[in-house]
């Protein structure tokens, strides 16, 4: 039987001790990178400066440390988009992408208006505000605290928080396939054990629009690839200037 076991909360309150300051860095370090080591070096010191002075809130910081260049070169450089925008959704909103239009939404917005507008979106949006407020550091959300979501969320939380345990380093994303198609999504046995699913035999149907020829018209193209291929024909396409329509899974 598998269990949630909900994260500690982590808030700067009035009057903290610097101790409990170095606690809620700690906090959004691990968070937001993923349970990825910090070095020294890779401090983010003047953000934390800003913090400790009230001049920005937790909610600044985990900004800061979303936009910085250490996020970046962890969870886009060398990840495919899909795992990028469900490692955001994991990191900022502490939750999995709920469908494929969360997901496609994302994507627009990285390519109409680039990373930093992205990592904005989830920062700024309603959801992260009723959910931590400013000064509480975010962390995964069991199934008793995403009112009105579906129950297919905590399962999807939980595999994208057990699959990557120990950091978030893997580079293709767990839930394409799932959100894609609009499947529910099983709890695997932790690695080693038994009953792991996968949705290696599936082939998805992808549409994709591009602007072509002198006169900048539109055209829409539909590609039909195997699981295995899915992430790296995602990134042709985003390198090639098209945009993602949809994705179904072929009947």
Do not use: C
């Amino acid at each position: 039987m598998a269990l949630w076991i909900e994260a500690e909360s982590f808030e700067l309150r009035p009057n903290a001790t610097e101790d409990d300051l170095q606690s809620v860095i700690r906090a959004a370090y691990r968070q937001v990178l993923g349970n990825a080591h910090v070095m020294d070096s890779q401090r983010l010191t003047s953000a934390e400066s800003q913090l400790r002075n009230s001049d920005i809130t937790v909610r600044g910081f985990v900004r800061a440390i979303a936009q910085s260049d250490l996020y970046r070169s962890l969870f886009f450089d060398n990840s495919s988009p899909y795992r990028f925008i469900e490692l955001n959704f994991k990191h900022l909103l502490g939750r999995a992408p709920q469908d494929q239009a969360e997901i496609s939404e994302h994507v627009q917005i990285y390519n109409t208006q680039g990373y930093e507008a992205d990592i904005n979106s989830y920062i700024d949006s309603d959801e992260y505000v009723a959910s931590f407020g400013e000064n509480i550091v975010p962390s995964a959300r069991g199934n008793r605290t995403q009112t009105g979501f579906k129950n297919i969320d905590f399962n999807r939380t939980f595999a994208l928080i057990r699959g990557y345990a120990t950091s978030d380093a893997g580079k293709s994303a767990k839930l394409i396939s799932d959100v894609a198609s609009n499947l529910p999504t099983k709890i695997a046995a932790p690695a080693g054990g038994s009953g792991a699913y996968n949705n290696t035999g599936k082939r998805f149907r992808i549409t994709i629009t591009k602007a072509s020829g002198p006169r900048v018209t539109q055209s829409t193209t539909t590609f039909e690839v195997g699981y295995a291929q899915l992430s790296q024909k995602i990134q042709n396409i985003h390198k090639t200037g098209g945009k993602i329509l949809s994705i179904a899974e072929v009947a």
